[in-house]
């Protein structure tokens, strides 16, 4: 059994949680893992490198078509790397 200054440490950290992370905190009221953002991760870290390559590859071939491309895919990954510190 739990002293009443633990319980009153515990349901402090508990409040805390829910204002800064309800999602988390639903998640372990209710004993379901929260959602995994490893293959979101991955797959921007992917669509980073590939953009980094099409702008690279478009200065150093003389086709701006290319370049093009890579500055576009560029300006998106930046915007949601942005986007989702934001959240």
Not at 33 to 52: G, Y
Not at 57 to 83: K, S
């Amino acid at each position: 059994m739990l002293s009443h200054h633990d319980r009153t440490e515990l349901e402090k950290i508990e409040r805390n949680l829910e204002v800064t992370d309800p999602d988390l905190a639903t998640a372990l009221r209710e004993g379901k893992r929260p959602k995994s953002r490893a293959l979101r991760s991955a797959l921007l870290i992917a669509v980073d490198v590939v953009a980094v390559t099409l702008l690279v590859l478009g200065l150093i071939l003389p086709d701006p078509g290319v370049t093009l491309c890579g500055i576009l895919a560029l300006t998106g990954t930046v915007w949601t790397h942005v986007a989702r510190h934001r959240v």
